[in-house]
């Protein structure tokens, strides 16, 4: 997206939340930290002058999408959402659909397993109360303290991955189970992918509810939106 905007001449401004160490580079003026609510985010759009809205975020950063949504229609901002199509089953995969990161913990079960934890590190302690899985854990930054979880080991790496080299890793690991956020997209979709090749059952979490909005499946639906 913003290389799309970049390109065309648009003069617009990338946010990021700044829970990331190391961001991909972006070829927009970047402006990086959180907004202070409703509020502090109405407040922003209006000092800086903005016409118009992308919620590009990831589709479980609900909070900040429901704060877009409220600061737009309070300002009269036009807004519109960037959203990946999610996931959907094909023949093979073996998913259990849960609602939400303690639907996923129950669905782990009582017994041991070796777990792909591929959540990120944001809600790593809802798994605390099943410290009994060993945890495969893949985070962009190296963490900076101990894991919390008691079995658990981090991959550092960056996606987009590949099927092949999900592979080797659920294999090397010797991973039971996924545990994964229907994030949709291509560049996290390989596990899916590996995990139905070795037959391995995958526990995917639901997207959060968020306000009804306009939203946008690709890139140059949003820039038609712009030029409309």
């Not at 998913?95 to 129950?106: C, I, N, S, Y």
Request: charged residues 20%; negative net charge; proline residues 8%.
């Amino acid at each position: 997206m913003a290389r799309a905007l970049a390109e065309a001449g648009v003069d617009a401004i990338y946010s990021y939340a700044g829970r990331t160490e190391s961001p991909v580079p972006q070829p927009l003026p970047v402006r990086v930290g959180g907004f202070g609510g409703v509020e502090g985010l109405a407040a922003h759009l209006t000092d800086e002058s903005i016409t118009h809205v992308i919620d590009a975020t990831h589709p479980f950063a609900a909070q900040m999408s429901r704060n877009a949504v409220e600061a737009c229609a309070a300002t009269g901002i036009p807004m519109i959402a960037l959203e990946r199509e999610p996931w959907a089953a094909v023949k093979g995969d073996r998913w259990t659909h849960v609602p939400d990161l303690p639907g996923a913990v129950a669905a782990l079960g009582e017994a041991p397993r070796r777990v792909f934890l591929a959540i990120g590190r944001q809600n790593l302690n809802a798994f605390d109360n099943a410290p009994q899985h060993h945890y495969l854990l893949r985070l962009v930054d190296p963490p900076t303290e101990p894991l919390a979880l008691p079995r658990a080991e981090a991959v550092i790496a960056r996606g987009p991955f590949t099927v092949e080299g999900d592979l080797a890793l659920l294999q090397a690991q010797r991973i039971e189970v996924i545990v994964a956020k229907n994030a949709g997209g291509v560049g996290a979709e390989a596990k899916l992918v590996a995990a139905r090749e070795l037959g391995l059952p995958v526990i995917l979490i639901d997207r959060p509810l968020v306000p009804k909005r306009q939203v946008a499946r690709s890139v140059e639906a949003v820039m038609a939106w712009l030029n409309g």
